[in-house]
Nanobody, 124 residues
Framework: QVRLVESGGGLVQAGASLRLSCAAS????????MAWFRQAAGKEREFVAA????????EYGDSVKGRFIISRDNQKNAAYLQMNNMKPEDSAIYYC?????????????????WGQGTQVTVSS
């Protein structure tokens, strides 16, 4: 089993930046991919970004392309989400996800470990 802990959420104004972190512990010895999803109140879970084992492949949801950047540090078993030029519609709980395959992409069913989430609120 893998435990994921997100951090870095908070309240920011529109146009500001925020960096989320996800620390993975447990069975992380094999190749794995990570991703970020988010869920706003009253809405379905939405794909934000994904990154492959080698960081050679990244993918972003249409609503965050050009503003968010996903990265990872395999030495630290961590993933990050740099969020720039934030908008009120980015407000949501952000979840880190983990899968024991090379790349999971945007399909949440590929991810078998999830964090508890961190709240991000963007004021206008």
């Amino acid at each position: 089993q893998v435990r994921l802990v997100e951090s870095g959420g908070g309240l920011v104004q529109a146009g500001a930046s925020l960096r989320l972190s996800c620390a993975a512990s447990g069975r992380t010895s094999g190749p794995y991919a990570m991703a970020w999803f988010r869920q706003a109140a009253g809405k379905e879970r939405e794909f934000v970004a994904a990154i492959s084992r080698s960081s050679g492949t990244t993918e972003y949801g249409d609503s965050v392309k050009g503003r968010f950047i996903i990265s990872r540090d395999n030495q630290k078993n961590a993933a990050y989400l740099q969020m720039n030029n934030m908008k009120p519609e980015d407000s949501a709980i952000y979840y880190c996800a983990f899968t024991n395959i090379y790349y999971g992409g945007s399909f949440p069913g590929y991810y078998d470990n999830w964090g508890q989430g961190t709240q991000v609120t963007v004021s206008s």
